[in-house]
């Protein structure tokens, strides 16, 4: 005699077990998880070209993007919270199930995604992507994580706060440690501003626009549905769509540009220099945004722009941001030019990055205190061979896309001490569109200030061969 059959069912009345859907918004956000794990891959480079792999717009990129973000800029504090929700640390979990579960995670704590609806699409992630004995493992921890929403889960978590207020900071913030401690000290020690800053650096950035002067006009980005810029006479930023659809960076006569770079180059070309002022050095120059505008502002003055990378392919994406500027492969610290011909120099130090954590979310996880003591000994080099580069009553321009003490004031101050006749200038004089810049002499914009990247300036003249 046949077993007993449920209507619509198999013998013994258990239901057959639904094949996952692939939901492929999530799935381009694990892949590019894994791509950033595994190949060092970067977020913002590989978003784009997943979305249009996989035929992705709309609700969808929208959905692949946030969740991809979000779970890179957050897991520092999902893996607190893992690590609390299941029997062994995220560090002995296998890689690809981590990332499935941080994705889960985000997707629980940060988003609108109802809770039956994240924990679901997750473990059918993982069923399809890493097992079914992972998906049990994975609906387990995420059943757990449920239960609580981000407050109660961080104040589960994060060390106290008055006993160890860095610790709870970098925990609460989803930022490492010595990031934390690094940006509290740049931003003045306070915790209130320290916790702001790092909550803007888990914000998602407006996308800002550069209309390079001569090429394209701030009006005919504000046409194609971008809003005027707060403090660039140059910028505009775009709510939503594509930047690549609008026809003047499609043609590459203007680009995304964050509004403090196109403020510092902008700084470096409004101080006054008695003599001439016909030849400028950007000698840091890839990939081209800063040269860009340079170029751009000294072709309506008549001026040249000499614009050097040491790689050649970075070289490559200067020469197509820029229209009459001379640009080599050339090494800033063994410079192919003569000492003092420049007029003025802009040197666009590597450094850690830390000013752009918001458009770079893996950056932070990727960098450690040993890589400021690495490129310390460079951006010392730089400025100086920068200082050497300009004629005497010359300015130089040093900028970073990190506020971290050790690569702005430390490095300025030890080239300034070391190589002589030089003046710092004011550099927040010469910005005056924009408040809050700091005391001077160094101008430092902030994420939480300003709504750019924490770029810092520094304007240097140079009085004699020293």
Known sequence: MAPPTRRGGRPGGRRPRATPVRDEARNAAYD?????????????????????????????????????????????????????CSDRPPEDIDPPLLDAIRLGVHQLLKTRVPPHAAVSATVDLVRLRVGTGASRFANAILRKVATRDFDAWVAIVAPDAEQDPVGHLAVAYSHPRWITSALRDAVGGGTGETAALLAADNERPVVTLVAWPGRSTVGELLDAGAVAGRYSPYA????????????????????????????????????????????????????????????????????????????????????RATRRAGVITADGTAPAWREGVFDRVLVDAPCTGLGALRRRPEARWRRSADSVRELGGLQRRLLGSALDAVRPGGVVAYVTCSPHLAETQAVVGDVVKRHGGVEVLDAPAFLREVDDLGEGPYAQFWPHRHHTDAMFLALLRRHSTG
């Open 32 to 84: 590019l998880l894994r791509a950033v794990d595994e190949r060092d891959a970067y977020a913002n480079l590989l978003m784009p070209t997943l979305l249009r792999e996989r035929g992705l717009s709309g609700r969808d990129a929208a959905l692949a993007t946030e969740l991809a973000y979000g779970t890179l800029r957050g897991l520092g504090t999902y893996d607190e919270i893992v690590a609390a």
């Open 236 to 319: 505009a930023y775009l709510p939503e769509g594509d930047p690549g659809a609008i026809e003047a960076v499609a043609q590459g006569r203007a680009a995304v540009q964050d509004e403090a770079s196109q403020l510092v180059a902008l700084a470096l070309t409004r101080v006054p220099i008695d003599g001439p002022d016909d030849l400028w050095l950007d000698m840091c120059a890839g990939p081209g945004g800063k040269a860009g505008l340079l170029d751009a502002l000294a072709v309506q003055n008549d001026r040249r722009l000499l614009a050097a990378d040491q790689r050649f392919h970075r070289a490559r994406l200067v020469w």
